[in-house]
T-cell receptor, first 112, second 110 residues
Framework: DVKVTQSSRYLVKRTGEKVFLECVQDMDHENMFWYRQDPGLGLRLIYFSYDVKMKEKGDIPEGYSVSREKKERFSLILESASTNQTSMYLC???????????FGPGTRLTVT | GENVEQHPSTLSVQEGDSAVIKCTYS??????FPWYKQELGKGPQLIID?????GEKKDQRIAVTLNKTAKHFSLHITETQPEDSAVYFCAATVGNQFYFGTGTSLTVIP
């Protein structure tokens, strides 16, 4: 079974802090994605990566950056956390496009 | 970009009844349409998908239909059970990107 793991289930950070969210997949997938999920808005794509060191902006990249140094790991970085970044963050991976995306359990981030 | 609309936002059905969730999309280039189920505290999980060259697909109690001309697709769950209670998301895919609907919270009443 494909497994996508995220470093934390719950995270509380203060405004202005730098925040790292880590995601690891164990199936040698090419593509990895970061979404945020908010009530009534569904899942919105922040960034995705289709290869090591490659990244593409999604629909809402402002305030975020990403890093993919190894194929299995994709990190989401909040350079200076703000309260409007309080949300559920979901990582996903897929073998190729367009194919099934496998999701991690999510990280609920609260910025106070 | 693609715009996916999903209805209804909430749905309650009696156990054993059918449930239907509908989505529309805007970009005729969309060619892959997955449906995800998200249970409380978990990430979304694929339950069924359909590609643009197919009109209908069925897997036990779950079926999906696609009308490319009208740009809409639907999820049908028959003989609903309490464990079907969850949030369901549709998506349309253009290239590498999935565009998700806003979700339907389904409650199956025993």
């Amino acid at each position: 079974d494909v497994k996508v793991t995220q470093s934390s289930r719950y995270l509380v950070k203060r405004t202005g802090e730098k925040v790292f969210l880590e995601c690891v997949q164990d199936m040698d997938h090419e593509n990895m994605f970061w979404y945020r999920q908010d009530p009534g808005l569904g899942l919105r794509l922040i960034y995705f990566s289709y290869d090591v060191k490659m990244k593409e902006k999604g629909d809402i990249p402002e305030g975020y950056s990403v890093s993919r140094e190894k194929k299995e790991r994709f990190s989401l970085i909040l350079e200076s956390a703000s309260t409007n970044q309080t949300s559920m963050y979901l990582c996903a991976s897929s073998l190729a496009s367009p194919y099934e995306q496998y999701f991690g359990p999510g990280t609920r981030l609260t910025v106070t | 970009g693609e715009n996916v609309e999903q209805h209804p936002s909430t749905l309650s059905v009696q156990e054993g009844d059918s449930a239907v969730i509908k989505c529309t999309y805007s970009d005729s280039a969309s060619n892959y349409f997955p449906w995800y189920k998200q249970e409380l505290g978990k990430g979304p999980q694929l339950i069924i998908d359909i590609r643009s060259n197919v009109g209908e697909k069925k897997d036990q109690r779950i079926a999906v239909t696609l009308n490319k001309t009208a740009k809409h697709f639907s999820l049908h769950i028959t003989e609903t059970q309490p464990e079907d209670s969850a949030v369901y998301f549709c998506a349309a895919t253009v290239g590498n990107q999935f565009y998700f609907g806003t979700g339907t919270s389904l409650t199956v009443i025993p």
